[in-house]
């Protein structure tokens, strides 16, 4: 039985507060660094795809929520970090966010120079896993219903991950992706810590940012300005997410509106203070 939860990763842009590269997915997501913090949200809305909702047990149907938790915290002696995914989050029987969990918590207790390297690391470590399971059947199809940015392959999930690595600031981004439906690879980029990405709809962040050019939208869109204060951060993820899921972006982007939505949640990470929620979800831990 095929059931994919969660839907495809958003939509990618990623900007120095000037446009670097776009692409394609689902959540809405948006993280900003600046010299004090980051600031990284999402929205709760956790759904079934439609491809693969005829053949959901109930149990795959129960799991669909307006209060899911997206973003996670993960600190240790020389790590303070939030995570967020973007993506499809359950394959058949193969659970994406148990298992990076599992490797958070294996990797723990080994030392790594830096950020990349720690999560290139936990990257590999489930990519061997997500191949093993989709080679003994637990994972029955890869999904292919959107491209990664450069068009060459399908996406399966963005991790998106920000914080303070041996005191370091660090933003790093990683992709999950098939080509021929058999073998998964990722990659592991690493971005100057006063970036800003949004992922979601790109209709949506086209209309907002870097210029407005659909003036129905500037309710929602926070202009960054140097230097960025965590409140500014806070206003100009929520905006966007609150954007990807209103009335006009079903008028624009229908595929995704349907999929975005429920409770936003909001966090930032210090180095004086660490991981703290802003907007916490409704149910933490779910």
């Known amino acids: 039985m095929r059931v994919n939860l969660g ?29 004090i913090g980051f600031v990284m949200g999402a929205d709760g809305r956790m759904r079934i795809t439609d491809e693969s909702r005829g053949g959901a047990d109930q149990a795959s149907l129960d799991s669909e929520t307006d209060a899911a938790q997206k973003i996670f915290e993960i600190r240790d002696q020389d790590k303070t970090l939030a995570y967020a995914v973007s993506g499809f989050v359950k394959l058949d029987g193969f659970h994406l966010l148990d298992e990076i969990q ?15 390297k720690y999560l290139s690391a936990l990257c590999s470590r489930l ?39 041996r ?21 592991v980029n690493s971005y100057p810590s006063n970036y800003a990405i949004l992922s979601g709809s790109e209709p949506v962040r086209a209309a907002m ?8 939208f500037s309710a929602y869109r926070k202009q960054l300005a140097e230097p960025v204060s965590l409140q500014d951060a806070a206003e ?14 079903r008028e624009i ?3 995704k509106w ?5 409770d936003t949640h909001i966090a930032q990470v210090t180095p004086s203070k660490g991981f703290e929620w802003l907007v916490p979800p409704k149910k933490l831990g779910t």
């Open 258 to 262: 349907k999929i975005t939505g429920g």
């Open 209 to 216: 940012y870097p210029n407005l050019t659909d003036a129905r």
């Open 102 to 116: 599992k490797k958070i918590e294996w990797l723990s207790r080994r030392e790594f120079d830096t950020c990349k």
């Open 167 to 187: 005191g370091a600031p660090s933003l790093i981004v990683s992709q999950f992706y098939h080509s021929d439906g058999v073998q998964v690879d990722f990659d």
């Open 7 to 35: 839907g495809p990763p958003g939509v990618l842009w990623i900007s120095p507060r000037s446009p670097l590269f776009e692409g394609a997915g689902m959540t809405a997501i948006g993280l900003v660094g600046s010299p």
């Open 127 to 165: 990519n061997d896993d997500i191949n093993e399971a989709r080679k003994n059947k637990t994972i029955e199809t890869l999904p292919a219903l959107y491209r990664t940015e450069s068009g060459t392959a399908w996406k399966i999930l963005d991790l998106f991950t920000v914080g303070y690595f």
């Open 236 to 249: 100009y993820v929520s905006g966007y997410i609150a954007a990807c899921s209103s009335d006009l972006a």
């Open 253 to 255: 982007d229908y595929a």
